[in-house]
């Protein structure tokens, strides 16, 4: 069983501070809202890495926001439920669409500088879009772009403590709700951080899989704690693989943006063959679900490893303006997108489900909140629309903050310890987790990938829970190092996303069944939920 802590702990002898608001997370979710907080509130803003080192960071494509008058919001919110493939909540949909726009002005004013063309905001377009839409920064660079204006302002901004390289192990609660996190320092010194609310914005979950376009901290940290509070999960089974992430010797899963889909390429399989007409009738502008899966077909058929991204019809200069990022790795690589097909192959990119909020912010535990990839807001339903995350984070930031502010002040906390067999919690942990740590995160990414992946069938996915189940000794054992703290949470967080994936038998957006190909809207347009202490899966009709 998971335990609701992750170690043992007595407030009473543990070193302790005080703030307003304590956030989680330093890409564009954590850094806009603790801007948004630090105008009336304290804030400590806690990264396990340094505050630049997030999924956001690495975007590419842009954000998504009607900005255009031959646009509305209207289409905007169309476009993202058909993506959602029924499992979106309307309304949030709507909040999105509606207060995207304002939103990302804001971002615009705390220092963010979108490409522009003549003037005014030059849009691109990606999959299942039916408007440009999508503002970009510097080409292909928008996460960065957008981590580094708010990055600045949050280290000069005197309401803010940054705490880099510290690590939040697990939630602290009593009768009034979430009173603060548990947190070990970089020496290994641990503090507890009490505050008035909490804002889970901890990113994704890619580096649960063995390929990803994701960065190193993206380990599912904030879901697996949330979980261990007695927070409900939701949806937890939409994993979004990228369709085109480069696929060659020697080089990472590098992202291959969807804007350059938007741009004009096409896909080719190994015969050189374009075959997206096959699949869909938007071509490679398809919904990343089912150009992924063509890929994996097309893989197959031909025996090949990868298929290729061909936009070498386009003028050269214009692929080096508009992609140079992309353009530079692959170049890095001895590839030149201008003349060579980029080789690609679908990777973990994206957590459509997570941990369920309100139109607020809000999860069913009081003053605990989530924003970001964390969150399941009801946005993105199955699968996500592209470029959509980003403005998720600024409007639902911004509604965390506004329900923040009307929150009275705790008093302080009451001495609470967890371990030695207290309230039947932590015990018998023995002295250190058994095994090479390294070998075993490896072996529950190749797990992953191959049990609960792209395309799954009930026998992979009770082969690969029944192979996770093994790991859960970790949580027996004494966890002393972030590295182990870590681990135990992917293996939360995969054990989640595998029961669900299993309970759900269809397949729609993210989560496709090879034994359960159809999608069967009668049965199954449902949000799965669970919650740690019930233990059994629940189902909620949309």
């Known amino acids: 069983m998971i335990p609701q802590y992750l170690v043992d702990f007595d407030l009473k002898t543990m070193p302790s501070a005080c703030t307003d608001v304590v956030i989680i997370g330093s890409g564009i979710a954590g850094l806009f809202t603790a801007l948004k907080a630090a105008e009336t509130r304290k804030v400590t803003l806690i990264t396990k890495r340094e505050l630049m080192e997030s999924n956001t960071r690495y975007a590419q494509g842009g954000i998504a926001a009607v900005m255009s008058e031959e646009d509305s919001t209207a289409e ?8 959602g493939a029924g ?10 669409a509606e207060e995207g ?9 705390l220092g963010a500088e979108f490409d522009q063309e003549d003037g005014r905001l030059a849009l691109t377009k990606e999959g299942a879009h039916s408007h440009r839409r999508i503002l970009h920064a510097h080409g292909d660079a928008t996460g960065y772009e ?16 940054l705490l880099e390289h510290h690590y939040v192990i697990d939630l602290v609660q009593d009768e009034l709700g979430c009173r603060g996190v548990l947190v070990q320092r970089p020496d290994g010194e641990r503090l507890y951080l009490q505050s008035t609310a909490v804002v889970l914005c901890s990113g994704g979950a890619g580096q649960l899989y063995r390929y990803t376009t994701n960065p190193e901290v993206a380990t599912a940290d904030g879901l697996a704690i949330a979980y261990r509070a007695g927070a409900v999960i939701r949806d937890a089974e939409f994993i979004q693989f990228h369709p085109t992430a480069l696929c060659y010797a020697g080089a990472p899963r590098f992202l291959i943006s969807e804007a350059v889909r938007g741009e004009g390429a096409v896909l080719r399989n190994s015969r050189g063959e374009r075959f997206m007409e096959k699949y869909h009738p938007q071509l490679e502008l398809a919904p990343r679900d089912v150009v992924a899966r063509a890929i994996v077909s097309e893989m197959e058929q031909t025996h090949a490893q990868m298929v290729y991204l061909d936009i070498t019809h386009e ?23 201008t003349t060579d097909w980029i080789p690609v192959a679908p990777a973990a990119h994206y957590m459509m489900g997570g941990v369920r909020t309100n139109l607020d912010g809000e999860t069913n535990i009081p003053r605990l909140f989530a924003c970001g990839e964390v969150s399941s807001t009801g946005v993105h339903g199955a699968n996500r629309l592209a470029s959509n995350s980003l403005s998720e984070a600024l409007v639902f930031g911004s509604r965390i903050v506004k329900r923040i502010k009307e929150l009275a002040v705790l008093p302080e906390q009451v001495c609470i310890s967890k371990g030695n067999g207290s309230n039947g919690y932590d015990t018998g942990r023995t002295a250190e987790p058994a095994g090479d740590l390294a070998e075993r995160k490896l072996n529950l990414q190749k797990t992953m990938v ?3 992946g792209l395309r799954r069938t009930g026998a992979l996915l009770q082969e690969g829970l029944e192979g996770l189940k093994r790991e859960q000794g970790i949580f027996q054992a004494k966890l002393e190092t972030a590295e182990q703290l870590e681990f135990a949470n992917m293996l939360t967080s995969s054990l989640l996303i595998a029961q669900m994936a299993l309970q759900r038998q269809e397949s729609r957006g993210g989560h496709y069944r090879e ?9 199954w347009r449902k949000h799965q939920l669970c919650r740690r202490d019930q ?6 009709s949309v």
Do not use: W
């Open 76 to 83: 905007h919110v169309e476009d993202t439920l058909i993506a």
């Open 87 to 96: 499992l979106c909540r309307p309304e949030a949909v709507q909040v999105l």
């Open 101 to 109: 726009p304002a939103a990302v002005r804001e971002l615009m004013a």
């Open 146 to 161: 957008i981590v580094r204006a708010l990055a600045a302002k949050a280290r000069n901004h005197a309401n803010i403590k």
């Open 315 to 337: 003028q050269p200069e214009v692929i080096r303006h508009r992609f140079p990022t992309i353009y530079e790795t692959c170049l890095s690589y001895g590839l030149d997108m």
């Open 450 to 452: 191959r049990n609960v």
């Open 515 to 523: 034994d359960y190909p159809e999608r069967n809207d009668e049965e």
């Open 535 to 540: 233990q059994l899966l629940e189902v909620q």
